[in-house]
C-alpha cells in the first residue's frame, strides 16, 4: 500500500513540469507562425496602413477595452512598422494622447476627407 503512494509521488513530481514546457512550446510555436508569415508577406496590412502616414483616419480595434467603451478613434497615423502602429488621438478632455497599436487589433481603418495633416 505504501508502494502505491510512492509510485504517485513519482509520477506527479514527473508531471509537474509539464505545464512550463508546454508554455515554452506555444512559445516557439508563435514565433515560428510570425517568422512564416513575414516570409510569405503577411505584413500587407502594414504596407496599406504605412501609406496612411501624416493622414487623418478613422480606426476600429476589435479591443473595445482599449478605448473604453469605444472600440472606434479618429486619429492621426504618426509612423508604422511590420507590427505596430503609432497613432496621435485627442481624447474627452481635450488632451492629445499618442498610442502604440499592434497592426493585428485593427479591424478597420477609413481614410477622412481630409487628406493631409503637415
Known sequence: MEWLGVIAFIMIMCYSSYPD???KLEANVKKLEKREKREQGGNGMSKLISELVNKECKIK?????FWIGNN???CLVLDVDDEWVK???TDKKGKQIVKIVRIESIDEV?????????
Open 21 to 23: 514546457k508546454v508554455k
Open 110 to 118: 477609413e481614410l477622412l476627407e481630409t487628406q493631409t495633416v503637415s
Open 61 to 65: 480595434i476589435d479591443e473595445a477595452m
Open 87 to 89: 497613432i496621435c488621438y
Open 72 to 74: 472606434e478613434v479618429t
